[in-house]
């Protein structure tokens, strides 16, 4: 049974820092699958934070990663495939990231912010960002 679990999240104040992980369990190559970071907050529709590519593609390629508007210069995603984890770094936390973050994998190369396309879900990490 393939399996994301995501943990980091917490309570931090605005400017603050939390790194996110998703690791994968059952994936015999999730090195071969496209990652996504969504959030929802109360209310508001789920929305992509940010991707990383299979490693199918190269990590040079423009495609390998992406970031919402929200979150460029901010959030940075890597992964660790011996690990089959999957990081979501972020830096310089405002009140408008306080959501519910998910991460999703989808057995394609070119990772992408269509929530539909995604195969597996995690159950979810609340990241609270308030003084």
């Known amino acids: 049974q393939l ?3 995501e943990s980091g999240g917490g309570l931090v104040q605005p400017g603050g820092s939390l790194r996110l992980s998703c690791v994968g369990s059952g994936f015999t190559f999730m090195d071969h699958f496209a990652i996504g970071w969504f959030r929802q907050a109360p209310g508001k529709e789920r929305e992509g934070v940010s991707c990383i590519s299979s490693s199918d593609i190269s990590s ?3 495609s390998y990663t992406k970031y919402a ?4 210069g901010r959030f940075t995603i890597s ?4 690990k089959k984890t999957v990081y979501l770094q ?3 936390l405002k009140p408008e ?3 519910v973050y998910y991460c999703a994998a989808e057995g394609a190369p070119i990772c ?3 929530d ?3 195969d597996y879900w995690g159950q979810g990490t609340q990241v609270t960002v308030s003084s």
């Open 3 to 5: 399996q994301l679990v």
């Open 60 to 62: 040079s390629d423009s």
């Open 69 to 72: 508007e929200s979150a460029e």
């Open 79 to 82: 992964r660790d495939n011996a």
């Open 90 to 92: 972020m830096n310089s």
């Open 97 to 99: 990231d306080t959501a």
């Open 112 to 114: 992408h912010f269509s």
């Open 116 to 118: 539909y396309a995604y």
